[in-house]
């Protein structure tokens, strides 16, 4: 039985306005971190011979590998993945710009698929492709750096602070542990000289495809033993020595993430290396309640346990169905 209902029989499909029936699916495979995301679009993208547009927000980044748990190599090779390390923590990479290559990259994919397979846990970014993206006027480089230093040398509570100060109403809204949406959110208030907020307008965009999505969970313990796993096994696959080898990217915004600011923090001597170890694994569980709070808040979404397989496809089969 899953737990908390996740299998029910209500079919949510976002479809543009149109008179004419739409033929081409995107079905969005989402859910907190190690539930299963990777292992159930691939099998889904067999299923349909499709392929997948990852929407984990630091699997672009093709200088982290082991803390950002890519799918291994043989999960690339059985499934066409696009997404992964196509790009450089050096390159600016917005949700708007995300927003922009992923739509023209599912248009491309539907000449050749029905369905197209989006999976990932960033729920920013899947919002992206699904409702579309406020687009934000782009802040200068240079004020991007002065605030990554101010992040460096000062610590995320003056980010916080300095946010609170110009545009309290997203203060109350915004992650407030997350160094990234806080410091995108001050270059607009900075460069404009207006609140962050203001430019939010929260409206939907009506894709032309069909979307059906799925998000996964399981009891709340198995999750989190997931993840305690998930962290052992980064740690024997390499992953202090891939955080310390990006010592000196370390005040890039991908950086100032889970996975790799405890490690910061270790080798700057300030926590030994087990307290970073559990510094991971705890951030990670808040990181997993922080997800399943945002996709529970989404309307449409249709839950799973990650061995529902079958079920799932019934499910995707089902809501396909053009009248």
Known sequence: MAHENFYHETLTITCCNSAMPLSKTLIVIAGPTAIGKTDLAI????????????????????????????PSTEEL???????????????????GDFEEQALALINELFEKHDKVVVAGGSGLFIKAITDGFDKLPKAPPELREELNQLFAQKGIETLQQKLKELDPQYSEEVDLSNPQRLIRA??????????FSSFRTKETQQRDFNIIKIA????????????????????????????????PYRNFNALNTVG???????????????????????????????QLTWFRREEGINWFEP???????QHIDKASIVE
């Open 43 to 70: 099998k889904i993208a067999q299923h349909y011979h499709s392929e997948i547009i990852s929407a984990d927000s630091r699997q672009f980044y093709k200088e982290m590998h082991i803390g950002t748990a890519k």
């Open 77 to 95: 090779a059985a499934v066409r993945h696009h997404f992964i390390d196509s790009h450089s923590i050096t390159e600016p990479f917005t949700v």
């Open 186 to 195: 001050l270059e607009v208030c900075i460069s404009t000289g207006l609140p």
């Open 216 to 247: 996964l969970n399981t009891e709340r313990e198995k999750l989190y033993e997931r993840i305690n796993l998930r962290v052992d096994l980064m740690v024997k696959a390499g992953l202090i020595e891939e955080v310390k080898a990006l010592i």
């Open 260 to 290: 790799y600011s405890e490690l910061f923090e270790y080798f700057d001597g300030k926590i030994s290396l087990q307290q970073a170890i559990d510094a991971i694994k705890q951030n990670t569980r808040r990181f997993a309640k922080r």
């Open 307 to 313: 061995t529902q397989f079958q079920e799932i496809i």
